[in-house]
């Protein structure tokens, strides 16, 4: 028997039988995106090429929607073409009208997108974050259904773990994928350091490989200096406690900057 998973994956393929199916033209002021869609960021240079050739030629390939409430529809699979024919200011668009819950309709968005455009290693990651939240599904399951391996799937999980400056760098191409993930080993404030070296610099993965090594033997250094430190500071409490109960009057006045350690102690004879 095939698991649940498996067989939503096969909804995929009905949204392409258009060819027996009533096609309609529905007003585009009646249609919203989906909201399960995975792409974050649209080419507005590949959806103005899109445009024209439609303008040109017409729309080839019909859109498919759902019905939702209020006589309103739901994209399931064309949003690019969707958006180009918004952006002709065309009044209706040719529709193939589904009847999907939900799951499905986030399955068929999310799986049209991976299989029939480039999403960013992002978007990939988080689709594949979504499609693992469904239906109890394995990282394994997920694997065999794309045709990946396990490993392939996790290191896109991996992306996730990434802070907020360097996903947007990886949504602006302005790092690659094998850029960011040198990175995942480095904290937060590390990695923003380490991203505005690489884009300033413009370093290779190599490069910047070497660098987040550089930086984590650097703080594990400082981390080191800063506990020896710490029971330095403390064994000297010590001996000014012994000096105070033999009855000396001991003022200590401790600051540090960013380099040094200030430390001015005046005993009274």
């Known amino acids: 028997m095939k698991k649940p998973f498996s067989k939503l994956f096969n909804l995929l393929d009905k949204t392409d039988r258009h060819v027996e199916d009533k096609i309609e033209k529905i007003p585009v002021e009646k249609i919203v995106p989906n909201r399960f869609q995975p792409r974050k960021v649209f080419d507005n240079k590949s959806i103005k090429e899109l445009a024209d050739s439609i303008e040109v030629h017409g729309l080839l390939q019909p859109i498919t929607l759902r019905p939702i409430e209020e006589g309103m529809y739901e ?21 193939i009208i589904r009847y999907f819950t939900d799951q499905e309709a986030a399955v068929i968005a999310i799986i049209e997108n991976i299989q029939r455009e480039d999403l960013s290693p992002y978007e990939e990651a988080l689709a594949y974050k979504d499609l693992l939240s469904m239906d109890d599904i394995t990282q394994k399951d997920l694997a065999h259904s794309l045709g990946k391996s396990q490993s392939f799937i996790a290191n896109k999980l991996r992306l996730l773990k990434l802070s907020s400056p360097v996903i947007t760098a990886l949504q602006n191409n302005d790092i690659s994928e094998r850029h960011a993930r040198a990175m995942l080993s480095l904290d937060n404030a590390m990695q923003y350091e380490v991203l505005e070296k690489v884009k300033d610099k413009d370093l290779t993965v190599k490069d910047t490989e070497q660098l987040v090594k550089n930086r984590l033997k650097q703080k594990e250094t400082q981390i080191n200096f800063n506990d020896d430190m710490t029971f330095l500071m403390n064994d000297l409490d010590n001996e000014i406690q012994k000096i105070k109960r033999h009855g000396h009057e001991v003022l200590c006045e401790k600051t540090e900057d960013e380099d040094t350690y200030i430390i001015n102690i005046k005993i009274k004879k």
């Not at 699979?77 to 918004?86: D, N, T, V």
């Open 75 to 95: 994209i399931i699979a064309g949003e690019r073409r969707f958006r180009a024919i918004k952006s002709l200011h065309f009044e209706n668009v040719e529709s």
